[in-house]
């Protein structure tokens, strides 16, 4: 960034994970070496974001854009007070997997960062939760008009699903399943 530029907005770390666990070292799989990884929720001005940090990689979420002068800022706001502080700060709590078996405490870390991400992130801050969507049955020639109508792909599950929560889900009704949701009545019953 250059000098006299935009002010970019003030960064608030609110809650975190520091995941500690131990892996096989690449130089000798039989040596085992101590890993930190860091899962963040934090604000930057209006807009939230989720961060993982891992060996380097950062993996980041977040509703808004994050310019890279932000992503920077953001970066040296986790290093200063967090990776390179004698102690936590409050909004950070720790985990330790040192102890445990790579294979299971890699199988933790899994779930750890699954709860975290779904529960905390997305269903705390986002207000987006799981059992508020309903699958599609979407032929391809119509995801474009799927799509703009409010549905959203899931990679994972390769499936396209919508918000129950829309404004107006009446906009999906044609692709609702036929088998309906169990006890509900007519398809439009799943969404409004």
């Known amino acids: 960034m250059t000098r006299g530029g935009p002010s970019l907005p003030e960064v608030a ?7 500690s666990y131990r892996i096989p070292s690449v130089a000798n799989p039989s040596e085992l070496r101590q890993v930190e990884q860091f899962l ?8 939230s974001f989720f961060l993982a940090y891992d060996r380097g990689v950062t993996r980041w979420n977040s509703p808004a854009d994050l310019s890279e002068p932000l992503r920077r800022k953001i970066l040296h706001a986790l290093r200063t007070q967090a990776r390179h502080a ?13 102890g445990h078996p790579p294979s299971v405490a890699l199988d933790e870390l899994s779930r750890l960062y699954a709860q975290f991400h779904q529960d905390r992130w997305r269903a705390q801050v986002l207000g ?5 969507y309903v699958d599609l049955v979407v032929p391809f020639s119509e995801k474009d008009a799927a799509k703009a109508a409010g549905a959203v792909w899931d990679p994972t599950r390769r499936v396209w699903r919508a918000n129950l929560a829309l404004k107006d889900p009446s906009l999906l009704e044609r692709w609702l399943p ?5 006890g509900a009545g007519p398809k439009t019953s799943q969404l409004g």
């Open 13 to 19: 770390l609110i809650e975190g994970l520091r995941l």
């Open 40 to 47: 963040v929720i934090g604000r930057a001005g209006p807009d």
């Open 86 to 98: 004698s102690s936590l700060p409050a909004w950070c709590k720790e985990v330790d997997l040192t």
């Open 128 to 132: 987006d939760r799981d059992e508020d």
């Open 178 to 182: 036929s088998t309906g949701l169990e």
